[in-house]
């Protein structure tokens, strides 16, 4: 009698278990969000080639609404957005006579995620003056 209850207690549980864990399996997967990821930092550097010392760093998410440590999320954000996420048109040919020669490198980088596919650009300017007459007045690489 005893080894029946316990048999019959034992069976309860193991059952009752299996389909706790069953239906804890069977709930469908939740979304981790209604937008695509767009988590971005950019950063200024001195040097050349790679590696290059980091001088400056933000970060900058544009979804679901424009945050990060950018001294203005929005203004970049919709920049970014107007070239849908490509960095190479945030720059411009460097107009003939306004900077030195000076060979004093400065490197920009974008890493991260732009509405859910991953970005990994830099570009290497000549020294700052050319960095700044490419950028013109953008904003995404005003930090």
């Given at each position: 009698?005893?080894?029946?209850?316990?048999?019959?207690?034992?069976?309860?549980?193991?059952?009752?278990?299996?389909?706790?864990?069953?239906?804890?399996?069977a709930?469908?997967?939740?979304?981790a969000g209604?937008?695509?990821?767009?988590?971005?930092?950019?950063?200024?550097?001195?040097?050349?080639?790679?590696?290059?010392?980091?001088?400056?760093?933000?970060?900058?998410?544009?979804?679901?609404?424009?945050?990060?440590?950018?001294?203005?999320?929005?203004?970049?954000?919709?920049?970014?957005?107007?070239?849908?996420?490509?960095?190479?048109?945030l720059?411009?040919?460097?107009?003939?006579?306004?900077?030195?020669?000076?060979?004093?490198?400065?490197?920009?980088?974008a890493?991260?995620v732009?509405?859910?596919?991953?970005v990994?650009?830099?570009?290497?300017?000549?020294?700052?003056?050319?960095?700044?007459?490419?950028?013109?007045?953008?904003?995404?690489?005003?930090?």
């Open positions: 009698m005893r080894r029946s209850l316990a048999f019959t207690t034992l069976s309860t549980l193991l059952v009752s278990g299996t389909v706790a864990m069953g239906t804890a399996h709930l469908p997967p939740q979304s209604l937008y695509a990821p767009s988590a971005l930092v950019l950063s200024l550097g001195k040097g050349g080639t790679a590696p290059v010392t980091v001088q400056r760093a933000v970060t900058l998410s544009c979804a679901p609404r424009p945050s990060g440590t950018h001294p203005s999320p929005e203004a970049a954000c919709t920049e970014l957005r107007e070239v849908e996420g490509e960095f190479t048109q720059t411009t040919p460097l107009p003939q006579g306004r900077c030195t020669r000076q060979w004093d490198p400065v490197v920009l980088s890493t991260g732009w509405q859910g596919r991953s990994s650009w830099s570009a290497t300017f000549g020294n700052t003056c050319e960095m700044r007459a490419s950028l013109a007045e953008g904003a995404v690489f005003t930090f």
